[in-house]
């Protein structure tokens, strides 16, 4: 596996909490962000040293980045200029809430060497957006977007379907109009311990596929084509960055909660394919407790790459996949991928595995039994422990 050449770095202050959200957050203060900064300063320079070289894809996700001020932002740049020689010479993508930019700060990051905006929209529909718990409403939304656009960033917009009470179709046809090169669609998915779990909110799974479908038709007729499940881009704008955690290809991660993938040490196990790294929450992160490590081995790694590469358009490379894994998928899920193939969910084409348009819609029905059958394979051979972190 090459070294790591993208890199994921997790900002987890927020300007609220939405209710559906369960990922590592929390509102700022200025200490608490001067400490964070300071770390991510050391933690890019001692990632350097293990993994020296440039990036060609930096994404700087949360959380809400953009609710860091410009000095803030500033010095974290400068940190990971410093450590990697510069920015994503490729992508650098910033995630960013609507109510914390205009086109002049839009400028500032554009003329700071971030060159794509991912933007929180949600929705068009002010309603819904009460409801999601978001701080800006359509008209602060769509002004975000021209904002952005007129800033010369490449903007994806991020919408969530199968939202109670939203006209879905109509979402996507505003957020079509606007000329962005990029959306990503979300069903809502109500997470364990969420505000929205507490309350009994429940998304109804016809709605969510009808919403799908509808995401599919409206952004193809503008020219955004899906390529990923839940990615639609025009021809040259899909998302660099994100293709890296389809393809399985490594990352670095930095900041507090933030997960990466690594190549193993010579100090793992022979079977060990590849590590995924875990950064602690915000407390033990600032105190330098270390991240955690999972180790993964040949056929984890098989059905994870078939897990991601399934969603998207190019589907599975099976013979690169048989060299990073040391997985034949051919014959280890042999009658997994005959029953597929007969009910039309999955095709090859050359040494490519794809889903069919039906499959991707039920693509973990589909991959279930390859997962069932690698249960019964490890319960039945004699063979070495799995590697564990």
Known sequence: MQ????LYLHVPFCPQICPYCDFHKLRRHDELVERYVTRVAWEAAREAER???SLDTLYIGGGTPSHLRDDELDLVLAALTRAFGGLGARETTLEADPNTFDRARAQRWRDA????LSIGLQST????????GRGHDARAGLAAIDAALAAGM?????????VPGQDAR?????????????????????EPFTPFARRGVDVDDERAADDYEAAD?????????RYEVSNHARAGYESVHNAVYWRGDPWLALG??????????ADDPPAVRGVRTRRPPIKAWLAGVEPERTLVDGPTLALELLMTGLRTRVGVDLERLRARTGIDVEERYRAQLEAARTRGLLARDGVRLHASARGIMVLNAVLRPFFAAEAELEGSVEHAPRPSH
């Open 3 to 6: 070294r790591p050449r993208s």
């Open 51 to 53: 993994s020296p070289g």
């Open 113 to 116: 060497g971030i060159t794509r």
């Open 125 to 132: 529909d002010d309603a819904i957006l009460r409801f999601l």
């Open 154 to 162: 490449i903007v994806s917009a991020d919408l969530i379907a199968a």
């Open 170 to 190: 109509s979402d996507l046809e505003r957020v079509a109009a606007t000329g962005v090169q990029h959306v990503s669609v979300y069903t809502l998915t109500i």
């Open 217 to 225: 038709e409206i952004l193809s007729a503008a020219g955004l084509a």
């Open 256 to 265: 507090p909660s933030a997960a990466g993938f690594e190549a193993p040490t």
